[in-house]
């Protein structure tokens, strides 16, 4: 009997899972694992919302193992270490993986391959729709512009399909001496990995979420059904489910992009065939291509500006009090506290609002991008580490087709177009539920008289004055070199 060992990391699904299929047809028993390495490498450094949503995923791939006949084996420690003893223990045929393109995972499966040498080690491309190396221009160079990126791509849309579930996993049967070999390699509960916090704020943070493969599954099947059509006017209003809301997911992959692109194009072959919506929500599947490109082709950029003149920028330099009201939701500017506290308290924030947000840490308070994107690494449920590089350099105006540093977003204009009626402002700031729509967006504009009474901040800076300083710290880096 064979032995194929399967480690789970971003890839918790069962169904376009090459490692997992090749694994079934290769061998003739499966032990599927997951090694939590808390010391170190990007699944070390998650941030507390996604170690929530990491212990419901690992719980409901657990669940789904189980249905068809096997198991999730949780083990902790250093994966390099464990998988050669497992695999020795084992004697396995292979030990097979699906690739992640992050620095530190790189870096660390380097050298796990290595220490498998002869237990015929194979990973496998599934949670990107290309391999980075694959989606060069003409000349060999990395994209750093979008638009020619996704013009190379989406001839190649929709591409393969994706695989089928497996039925059944055959289950591994431990032999006795290869039971006590593994003894220090024994299962522990998902308990004990203690991703859960003990603060109440973790239950309530998942109250909107329903974690798993199966789960995000059916939120796609609804989003193609109700609100693809419409995604590209929707997508741009934080009050209302315009958008997919399958972040989580993907960064777990929980699903594939595979498989939302092949849901979304169905028996069309085409990006042309695609209504308007369809079509930008699959550009959009590909900007998180184009993330996971860039900080594969310029590893630095996952905490350094691409554009080197930004490494010289003039930050403000004591900025704790104004950094923790814009973390707490405080700062007295609308859409940005109602962002900042949906963030909170879901694990998730809308696009428009996370650019309106990250271009006022940035911009109006002159606070490192780094702090922002820190933030967002440790309280969103989505934060990956290449899309929130991405956003946040993109922000800064630091990053690969970035917004440019003079375009500083005016969260007051911002409100007032796409949060035209405050139902978003009203549901995160209920303060100002009361405040009529003309003044919403900007209450410092109401009289004193009116102001009586409302428990509400006064803006942390002047919107007018913050931009000019903003504009004179870029002129003070413009000229140098890149
Ligand atoms: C400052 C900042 C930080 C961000 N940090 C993250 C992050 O840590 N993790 C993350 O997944 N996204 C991040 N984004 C991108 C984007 O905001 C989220 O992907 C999106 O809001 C997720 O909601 P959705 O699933 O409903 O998206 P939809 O609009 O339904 O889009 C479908 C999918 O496309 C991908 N996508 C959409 N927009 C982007 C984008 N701008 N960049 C990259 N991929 C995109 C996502 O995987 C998303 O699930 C960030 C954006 C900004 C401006």
Not at 63 to 81: F, I, M, N, Y
Request: glycine residues 6%; charged residues 25%.
């Amino acid at each position: 009997m064979s032995v194929g060992l399967v480690w789970f990391r971003q890839d918790f699904r069962l169904a376009d899972n090459p490692a997992l299929t090749a694994a079934i047809d290769q061998c003739d028993e499966i032990l599927p694992v997951y090694i939590h390495d808390s010391r170190e490498g990007t699944i070390g450094q998650i941030g507390q919302a996604t170690q929530v949503w990491l212990h419901h995923s690992l719980q409901a791939l657990h669940e789904s193992l189980t249905a068809r006949g096997s198991s999730l084996h949780v083990l902790a420690g250093d994966p390099e270490k464990i998988l050669p003893q497992l695999a020795k223990a084992l004697e396995v045929r292979g030990v097979f993986w699906n690739r992640c393109y992050d620095p530190v995972t790189l870096k660390r499966d380097k050298s796990v391959k290595k220490a498998l040498d002869g237990f015929g080690a194979q990973s496998f491309l599934a949670n990107l729709l290309f391999e980075p190396v694959k989606t060069l221009k003409a000349n060999g160079d990395p994209y750093r512009v979008f638009t020619p990126y996704w013009k190379n791509l989406m001839h190649l849309l929709p591409g393969n399909l994706p695989l089928p579930a497996p039925r059944k996993i055959p289950t591994v049967v431990l032999k006795k001496t290869a039971a006590s070999k593994i003894k220090s390699l024994q299962d522990i509960p998902l308990s004990k990995l203690e991703l859960l916090p003990e603060l109440p704020w973790a239950d309530s943070m998942m109250t909107p979420w329903a974690v798993g493969e199966a789960a995000a599954k059916k939120k796609l099947a609804r989003f193609l059904k109700t609100e693809a059509k419409h995604y590209n006017d929707a997508r741009d209003i934080p009050s209302i489910q315009g958008t997919s809301r399958l972040s989580p997911h993907l960064h777990f992959g929980e699903i594939s992009p595979l498989q939302i692109i092949a849901a979304t194009f169905g028996k069309r072959r085409s990006v042309m065939s695609l209504n308007v919506g369809e079509e930008t929500f699959v550009k959009e599947v590909v900007w998180r291509e184009f993330a996971h490109n860039l900080i594969y082709q310029f590893p630095h950029t996952i905490d350094k500006p691409l554009d080197a003149r930004f490494e010289k920028f003039p930050w403000a330099k004591k900025y704790q009090p104004q950094l923790t009201a814009w973390q707490r939701g405080q700062t007295g500017i609308p859409i940005i506290d109602a962002g900042m506290r949906e963030l909170y308290a879901t694990g998730w924030m809308h696009n428009r609002v996370r650019m309106v947000v990250a271009s006022f840490l940035i911009k109006n308070l002159l606070i490192p991008w780094q702090e922002g994107e820190r933030w967002f690494r440790d309280t969103l449920v989505d934060a990956d580490v290449a899309s929130n590089a991405m956003g946040w350099q993109w922000a800064a105006g630091s990053g690969a087709d970035a917004a440019p540093f003079f375009r500083v977003f005016n969260p007051v204009l911002q409100g007032e177009k796409f949060d035209k009626e405050g139902d978003y402002v009203r549901c995160w700031v209920p303060e100002l539920s009361s405040v009529p729509n003309k003044f919403l967006h900007k209450p410092w504009e109401l009289s004193p008289i009116e102001r009586q009474g409302l428990d509400y901040p006064a803006p942390l800076v002047d919107l007018k004055i913050s931009r000019k300083a903003a504009l004179e710290a870029f002129e003070a880096i413009k000229t140098s070199q890149k």
